[in-house]
């Protein structure tokens, strides 16, 4: 290593005497002095000042960047927030693209707008926006389960085919009144009439399914029949546009035949040429190690093909998306690696594009009358009274109760992303002009987000008629946990911590992953996968155990509903710490500490086995419920009981130690030395004494055996307090 070392530095001193040298010689024979006198020195002798750096940011693709990072940030937050108040995350980044456009920002900061999003940029952003579009196709298309169709029972097609026909004949009596007001010149009636019929059936299959996700109804009929109707429809929409978008580019019904058949023709080559051979490929390319570059790249070279055959013949590339999507094969690995591949660059970078260049062109400012508001609110409840009262006629026709049938209108009513997707098309095609596109939008917009509280209100009153259940005698103990290692462990000390021979107890075990972009399919296999060495370990132990799976960002909010639903005994979470911090309680726990009912206990494991020897650390200001715990692990006679009291013993203290079924040993400040420590399984302390123990100690906690942390509840401990 030393001779390496040595050779190196030899190699760095001779090559740069040699560069030196050389300079030195070029200088000496006047060759600086021969300057082309075309080069303009002063951007460089002013230096990088603000009109400099203003310049360079406004080429390309200086621009471009600045533009994808206010993007970002503008949809990630909005996101966010919206996220928070129960709505789904698209309805943030369509309301990030509002703000960005000129319907606030260039109406607030038209100087700004300008600068950041300049005329000339636009078109940039529209075509990448589209390129996030044929992915996302793709994706909806993978998502979208064939067998639905074959497993759809007549209530699902009766019902499906309701929610189309009733909102697409309210869209072209609408489109009636609405055309020689708004109308492009240009558009024939029928066009208009048309489209206008094709937004009003418009449901949102991908928002849907992740609402359906959310509220914990993928298993339940509702859910189930909520998926079904929505996929059948999302097909026979796209099919009503594919004609629509046919006879708009034609002019007329008769010269859209040819276009017609065509896409016919494509659809038949697609289902029995294509889709038979990517579903051989699939059986051999089914995992990650086999999936080469070439395979991906036949995968990428169908979506593009397939786009550019739909758009050469006359519909949208749109469409050959989705139907490569469709085709692919419905091995589940298959679809995850390709998911993975694509979902993430579209979503977060790409579909955020398509958002702010739908806001780019909406100009809410248009509607600047009573008149055009009373116009716009006319097509929000059309379109809100169409899905939803042809869903829920449909439904009720059908035999499906009232509870069923309201939430069914109210899921299909959601519209979206696929909404917005359609109106462009709408926009570019020049069926809509900038009002009633804007009014469209805000349609969108309303449909989506009234949603949820539609959800909400239903809920309510359901739970108003159904009588309170009385709750049976069976000790409930929840885990909730991110990592599925961390799952085990977490039973592994419940288990040990009350004897279940003594009583019936229930295991509930909570698995929360932090994606609400999940896909029902993606979904159904990480809750297979999360909980396999939970079952395992609760099988062989014999201990009766269900389990929970919920994909939200919210993690705080959805443990303590689910705490909330299922009325635990206690609640047993693993440590966090915040990105920013050391403290074992810190991130989410702090909020599920101070808003939860019920006993939290907090574990921060360190080689973690078996409970031989128990320390408990007293401090005597309200934390005697810990011997309470001890009590529950003294089921196990070969345990050993350490006590240490952080303050001079009162005889209220005194009389928590002589617990004459428990024998504890009290030990002094001078034992509690590592080597003791080390001796030493667990450690039980109290949540608001934890942090001035450990600073008392002076030891990172990484020193300490494995903590269980305790906070006392509002509602206490059912098992505790008999």
């Given at each position: 290593m030393k001779k390496s070392l040595y050779v190196y530095t030899i190699l760095l001193i001779v090559g740069l005497t040699a560069i030196l040298a050389f300079l030195s010689i070029g200088q000496a024979s006047g060759m600086d002095a021969i300057k082309d006198t075309s080069i303009d020195h002063s951007a460089v002798?002013?230096?990088?000042?603000l009109q400099h750096i203003t310049e360079k940011l406004l080429r390309a693709p200086g621009i471009l960047i600045l533009q994808l990072?206010?993007?970002?940030?503008?949809?990630?937050?909005?996101?966010?927030?919206?996220?928070?108040?129960?709505?789904?995350?698209?309805?943030?980044?369509?309301?990030?693209?509002?703000?960005?456009?000129?319907?606030?920002?260039?109406?607030?900061?038209?100087?700004?707008?300008?600068?950041?999003?300049?005329?000339?940029?636009?078109?940039?952003?529209?075509?990448?926006?589209?390129?996030?579009?044929?992915?996302?196709?793709?994706?909806?298309?993978m998502e979208l389960d064939l067998q639905t169709f074959r497993r759809s029972a007549n209530k699902a097609i009766l019902i499906s085919i309701a929610s189309i026909i009733i909102p697409f004949?309210?869209?072209?009596?609408?489109?009636?009144?609405?055309?020689?007001?708004?109308?492009?010149?240009?558009?024939?009636?029928?066009?208009?009439?048309?489209?206008?019929?094709?937004?009003?059936?418009?449901?949102?299959?991908?928002?849907?399914?992740?609402?359906?996700?959310?509220?914990?109804?993928?298993?339940?009929?509702?859910?189930?029949?909520?998926?079904?109707?929505?996929?059948?429809?999302?097909?026979?929409?796209?099919?009503?546009?594919?004609?629509?978008?046919?006879?708009?580019?034609?002019?007329?019904?008769?010269?859209?035949i040819l276009t017609i058949g065509l896409s016919v023709l494509y659809i038949f080559l697609m289902f029995y040429l294509v889709k038979p051979f990517m579903y051989r490929l699939g059986r051999v390319y089914s995992s990650r190690e086999s999936m080469g570059k070439p395979i991906v790249a036949f995968v990428f070279l169908l979506i593009l093909v397939s786009s550019l055959f739909t758009e050469a013949i006359g519909i949208h590339a749109l469409f050959g998306a989705f139907m490569a999507g469709v085709v692919m094969p419905e091995h589940l690995n298959f679809k995850r690696i390709f998911t993975e591949k694509i979902e993430d660059i579209s979503l977060v970078i790409l579909l955020p594009l398509f958002f702010v260049s739908t806001g780019l062109r909406t100009e809410v400012g248009l509607i600047n009358s009573g008149h055009l508001w009373l116009i716009c609110s006319i097509i929000i409840l059309t379109a809100t009274v169409g899905k939803f009262g042809g869903t829920l006629l449909a439904s009720r026709y059908v035999g499906l109760n009232w509870n069923y049938s309201l939430t069914l209108g109210v899921l299909m009513n959601s519209k979206g992303l696929m909404e917005l997707i359609v109106l462009n098309i709408g926009y570019d095609l020049g069926i809509l002009n900038p009002e009633i596109f804007a009014m469209m939008v805000l349609m969108a917009l309303a449909t989506t987000l009234l949603t949820g509280p539609g959800l909400n209100l239903i809920h309510f009153f359901r739970q108003k008629k159904?009588?309170?259940?009385?709750?049976?005698?069976?000790?409930?103990?929840?885990?909730?946990?991110?990592?599925?290692?961390?799952?085990?462990?977490?039973?592994?000390?419940?288990?040990?911590?009350?004897?279940?021979?003594?009583?019936?107890?229930?295991?509930?075990?909570?698995?929360?992953?932090?994606?609400?972009?999940?896909?029902?399919?993606?979904?159904?296999?990480?809750?297979?996968?999360?909980?396999?060495?939970?079952?395992?370990?609760?099988?062989?132990?014999?201990?009766?155990?269900?389990?929970?799976?919920?994909?939200?960002?919210?993690?705080?909010?959805?443990?303590?509903?689910?705490?909330?639903?299922?009325?635990?005994?206690?609640?047993?979470?693993?440590?966090?710490?915040?990105?920013?911090?050391?403290?074992?309680?810190?991130?989410?726990?702090?909020?599920?500490?101070?808003?939860?009912?019920?006993?939290?206990?907090?574990?921060?494991?360190?080689?973690?086995?078996?409970?031989?020897?128990?320390?408990?650390?007293?401090?005597?200001?309200?934390?005697?419920?810990?011997?309470?715990?001890?009590?529950?692990?003294?089921?196990?006679?070969?345990?050993?009981?350490?006590?240490?009291?952080?303050?001079?013993?009162?005889?209220?203290?005194?009389?928590?130690?002589?617990?004459?079924?428990?024998?504890?040993?009290?030990?002094?400040?001078?034992?509690?030395?590592?080597?003791?420590?080390?001796?030493?399984?667990?450690?039980?302390?109290?949540?608001?004494?934890?942090?001035?123990?450990?600073?008392?100690?002076?030891?990172?906690?990484?020193?300490?055996?494995?903590?269980?942390?305790?906070?006392?509840?509002?509602?206490?401990?059912?098992?505790?307090?008999?």
């Amino acid at each position: 290593m030393k001779k390496s070392l040595y050779v190196y530095t030899i190699l760095l001193i001779v090559g740069l005497t040699a560069i030196l040298a050389f300079l030195s010689i070029g200088q000496a024979s006047g060759m600086d002095a021969i300057k082309d006198t075309s080069i303009d020195h002063s951007a460089v002798n002013q230096g990088l000042n603000l009109q400099h750096i203003t310049e360079k940011l406004l080429r390309a693709p200086g621009i471009l960047i600045l533009q994808l990072i206010i993007i970002m940030i503008t949809a990630r937050i909005m996101g966010y927030l919206f996220q928070l108040i129960g709505q789904p995350l698209v309805i943030g980044e369509i309301v990030a693209g509002l703000i960005l456009g000129p319907s606030v920002m260039g109406a607030f900061t038209p100087e700004i707008s300008e600068f950041i999003f300049p005329e000339k940029s636009i078109d940039i952003l529209q075509q990448l926006s589209q390129l996030g579009l044929i992915f996302f196709m793709f994706i909806i298309g993978m998502e979208l389960d064939l067998q639905t169709f074959r497993r759809s029972a007549n209530k699902a097609i009766l019902i499906s085919i309701a929610s189309i026909i009733i909102p697409f004949i309210s869209g072209v009596i609408l489109a009636y009144y609405l055309y020689d007001g708004f109308a492009p010149r240009k558009i024939q009636f029928t066009s208009f009439a048309l489209f206008m019929g094709t937004t009003m059936c418009i449901t949102a299959f991908p928002i849907l399914a992740r609402i359906v996700q959310e509220r914990k109804l993928t298993k339940t009929p509702v859910g189930t029949m909520a998926i079904s109707v929505a996929a059948i429809g999302d097909v026979v929409a796209w099919c009503i546009l594919a004609v629509v978008i046919a006879i708009v580019k034609s002019g007329d019904i008769s010269h859209s035949i040819l276009t017609i058949g065509l896409s016919v023709l494509y659809i038949f080559l697609m289902f029995y040429l294509v889709k038979p051979f990517m579903y051989r490929l699939g059986r051999v390319y089914s995992s990650r190690e086999s999936m080469g570059k070439p395979i991906v790249a036949f995968v990428f070279l169908l979506i593009l093909v397939s786009s550019l055959f739909t758009e050469a013949i006359g519909i949208h590339a749109l469409f050959g998306a989705f139907m490569a999507g469709v085709v692919m094969p419905e091995h589940l690995n298959f679809k995850r690696i390709f998911t993975e591949k694509i979902e993430d660059i579209s979503l977060v970078i790409l579909l955020p594009l398509f958002f702010v260049s739908t806001g780019l062109r909406t100009e809410v400012g248009l509607i600047n009358s009573g008149h055009l508001w009373l116009i716009c609110s006319i097509i929000i409840l059309t379109a809100t009274v169409g899905k939803f009262g042809g869903t829920l006629l449909a439904s009720r026709y059908v035999g499906l109760n009232w509870n069923y049938s309201l939430t069914l209108g109210v899921l299909m009513n959601s519209k979206g992303l696929m909404e917005l997707i359609v109106l462009n098309i709408g926009y570019d095609l020049g069926i809509l002009n900038p009002e009633i596109f804007a009014m469209m939008v805000l349609m969108a917009l309303a449909t989506t987000l009234l949603t949820g509280p539609g959800l909400n209100l239903i809920h309510f009153f359901r739970q108003k008629k159904e009588p309170s259940r009385i709750r049976e005698k069976t000790y409930k103990i929840m885990l909730s946990f991110a990592n599925p290692k961390m799952g085990v462990t977490l039973l592994k000390l419940a288990h040990q911590i009350i004897s279940v021979k003594a009583c019936e107890t229930m295991f509930t075990a909570l698995h929360i992953s932090p994606r609400s972009d999940l896909s029902p399919e993606d979904a159904m296999v990480f809750e297979k996968e999360s909980f396999v060495p939970i079952r395992r370990y609760s099988e062989m132990n014999g201990l009766t155990m269900s389990t929970i799976y919920r994909n939200t960002n919210d993690i705080h909010g959805e443990i303590l509903h689910t705490c909330k639903m299922e009325t635990p005994d206690f609640l047993i979470l693993g440590s966090a710490r915040s990105v920013f911090s050391t403290d074992i309680l810190g991130g989410i726990l702090k909020r599920i500490i101070s808003e939860a009912t019920c006993d939290v206990l907090i574990f921060n494991e360190h080689n973690f086995h078996k409970i031989r020897s128990v320390l408990i650390v007293y401090f005597g200001n309200g934390d005697d419920y810990l011997f309470d715990y001890a009590k529950m692990l003294n089921h196990d006679s070969g345990r050993k009981f350490y006590t240490y009291h952080r303050e001079p013993e009162s005889k209220r203290s005194s009389g928590a130690f002589n617990h004459p079924d428990i024998p504890m040993v009290k030990v002094t400040e001078s034992i509690l030395q590592p080597s003791f420590l080390r001796s030493i399984d667990l450690v039980l302390i109290s949540e608001g004494n934890w942090k001035a123990f450990e600073e008392k100690q002076n030891l990172p906690v990484n020193h300490f055996p494995s903590l269980l942390i305790i906070h006392k509840g509002r509602n206490g401990n059912r098992i505790l307090n008999g």
